[in-house]
């Protein structure tokens, strides 16, 4: 697990996310999101206290399996590939990967080639 401080702010979550090829940031039910060709990959929920990230149900069960404090998803979310990231929690270098997990799920080929010859 990566070390350093846990807790993150949406600012943070913004200057990541805005790195990734093709993403936008806009809205999603009337909170702060970001999106590729229209298509979800991360939005603020509407109390502000977590983010909402595009995962397979596999990983998602990892994820929360492997740190509850962190990953969680409310009955609202169970029958959707999203996992809920406590913000007061999560390592924000923990941030870059998942927010690229959850951007690989909608970017495509093109824009993943486009990241993948970046590194």
């Known amino acids: 697990m990566p070390r350093g401080k846990r807790g993150v702010d949406w600012a943070a979550v913004r200057r990541i996310a805005l790195r990734l090829p093709g993403a936008e940031e806009g809205t999603s039910y009337g909170t702060p999101a ?3 060709r229209k298509k979800l990959f ?10 909402v990230l595009r995962m397979s149900f596999d990983d998602r069960e990892l994820f929360v399996e492997g740190d509850p404090d962190v990953f969680h998803y409310t009955e ?5 590939e999203m996992v809920l990231v406590r913000l007061a929690r999560v390592r924000e270098a923990q941030l870059p990967e998942l927010l690229e997990h959850s951007w690989r799920r909608v970017a495509g080929k093109r824009l ?3 990241l993948e010859t970046r590194g």
Do not use: Q, T, W
Request: aromatic fraction near 10%.
């Open 34 to 36: 970001f999106k590729v």
């Open 42 to 51: 991360a939005r603020l929920r509407p109390e502000g206290e977590d983010l």
């Open 112 to 114: 993943i080639a486009e």
């Open 76 to 80: 609202h979310y169970g029958a959707s």
